[in-house]
């Protein structure tokens, strides 16, 4: 007789882990907000301006990776070469790809507005492969962008338009975790002929194992619940840590002397509203004083990753205003390096 499989946990919605160690990632939330964690099909062919299209890498581990680009459609006024935005998506490690609607309405805007191309790998996920693996992966693809540049790998759309002088590092919520792993790993890393300009973290999910105030006091959300944050890290973290492990505090006294570290430029975007505000002005404070080159942009009255919830977007004119204030902004630290 089959035994059924036990729920051991429900995570606000978005994931559900059985005994068996299988997990479900079918949304059981509100189903007026199903589309948005559908997969978008790529189109070569220009729709509203981009083209999309997802290409397998040969990972440095010898590991068959997968990438998403993202290409905006030829403007009279372009430069030569357009600048690379390398992506990572959020998900607390445990959900979402770089497929999903939610991050295509988001990256083909960005495309078309900031005049970039976008690479949005699609990163293994906990608690299935635990971290480093997402990491990893994510650091793949920058060593994957070396190749094209070197002409070792070939990718027609970043070797015809792509700026590889101009490389930077952009991630939301989790994916700004991320962003800050590789720019350190970078730092130790022979990147020549491709140059790393900058790093954005966007909403990064940087925490301590006590709870600050606004995990206590700001609002909850679909995109952040205390929920999420303590059962995500809880499959994602290696076995044995909690949220003091460097990836979630990286100014905290278990990570590495943020001093010691080679960081390109940073643009760190927060959201006013959102639940880890405190601790990520705390790594803020710290990068500033270990000396770095970091800019604070914070989107007003806005909570976590505000801008992925197209319904919200849409609807009311101020999240629509502060998200094209976040992509104007951003646009405008990358014409500046």
Not at 9 to 16: A, F, K, N, P, Q
Not at 30 to 57: L, S
Request: hydrophobic share 40%; net charge negative; glycine share 8%.
């Amino acid at each position: 007789m089959v035994q059924e499989k036990k729920l051991v946990e429900d995570v606000s919605g978005w994931l559900r882990l059985y005994d068996d160690g299988s997990v479900d990632r079918t949304w059981t939330g509100p189903p007026e907000v199903k589309f948005m964690v559908e997969p978008v099909p790529p189109h070569e062919e220009f729709i509203d301006g981009v083209a999309t299209r997802d290409v397998i890498t040969g990972g440095q581990d010898k590991v068959n990776h997968r990438v998403r680009l993202y290409m905006p459609e030829k403007n009279p006024d372009d430069i030569e070469k357009l600048p690379i935005l390398l992506h990572f998506h959020g998900g607390g490690f445990c959900i979402s790809e770089a497929d999903w609607f939610m991050y295509y309405q988001v990256y083909t805007k960005f495309t078309r507005s900031a005049r970039v191309i976008c690479v949005s790998p699609f990163l293994r996920r906990a608690p299935e492969n635990r971290l480093p693996a997402a990491i990893d992966d994510a650091f793949s693809a920058l060593l994957w962008l070396q190749q094209v540049a070197k002409g070792d790998a070939e990718e027609p759309w970043l070797r015809k338009y792509g700026d590889f002088s101009r490389v930077f590092l952009i991630g939301d919520s989790s994916g700004g975790n991320i962003v800050h792993e590789v720019a350190a790993r970078a730092g130790h890393a022979q990147l020549d002929p491709l140059r790393l300009a900058g790093g954005i973290p966007i909403h990064p999910g940087f925490l301590r194992s006590t709870r600050s105030r606004s995990e206590l006091e700001k609002p909850q959300s679909p995109f952040l619940t205390l929920d999420m944050v303590d059962k995500f890290l809880s499959f994602a973290l290696p076995l044995g840590s909690n949220k003091d492990h460097p990836i979630t505090c990286p100014m905290g006294e278990k990570a590495p002397p943020l001093t010691g570290l080679k960081l390109p430029p940073y643009l760190l975007c927060l959201a006013e509203m959102d639940l880890v505000m405190d601790t990520e002005m705390e790594f803020y404070e710290a990068v500033k004083k270990a000396d770095k080159d970091v800019e604070l942009f914070v989107s007003k009255g806005m909570t976590h990753s505000f801008y992925l919830n197209k319904i919200a977007v849409d609807m009311d004119p101020n999240t629509g205003g502060e998200t094209n204030a976040l992509i104007a902004r951003v646009k405008q630290f990358i014409d500046e390096h």
